[in-house]
């Protein structure tokens, strides 16, 4: 069984950045054709923020793109956020998660495995 687990949250003041890791932590996840990061903020849906596919080409929505930067490293038992440049509107709890399948999606129910999260608050 595949178990994910997020590390790097943490509160900051605007314009800063923090680096989001999730580790694999059992299992195998070389059979998982994407893998990606959602967050949730209070109140609000599950929102879909990047993804990687198993070729190393990456996706991201509009509200993070050119600032934040999705990688996976070789052995594939890390994937890693940067984010930069963080406005209190993303401020959110990050999840980590991997689906099988032949393309990566911003559906949130189409993601079988999901680490715990990792709360980022951003401050003004």
């Known amino acids: 069984q595949v178990q994910l687990a997020e590390s790097g949250g943490g509160s900051l003041q605007s314009g800063g950045s923090l680096t989001l890791d999730c580790a694999v932590l059992?299992?195998?996840?070389?059979?998982?054709?994407?893998m990606a990061w959602f967050r949730q903020a209070p109140g609000k849906e599950r929102e879909w923020v990047a993804a990687?596919?198993?070729?190393?080409?990456?996706t991201y929505a509009d509200s993070v793109k050119d600032r934040f930067t999705i990688s996976q490293d070789n052995a594939k038992s890390t994937l890693t956020l940067q984010t930069d440049s963080l406005t209190p509107e993303d401020t959110a709890m990050y999840y980590c998660?991997?689906?099988?399948?032949?393309?990566?999606?911003?559906?949130?129910?189409?993601?079988?495995?999901w680490g715990q999260g990792t709360q980022v608050t951003v401050s003004s």
């Open positions: 990687i596919d198993s070729d190393g080409s990456t």
């Open positions: 059992s299992g195998d996840i070389t059979h998982f054709y994407c």
């Open positions: 998660a991997a689906r099988s399948g032949l393309y990566c999606s911003l559906a949130a129910d189409l993601y079988t495995v």
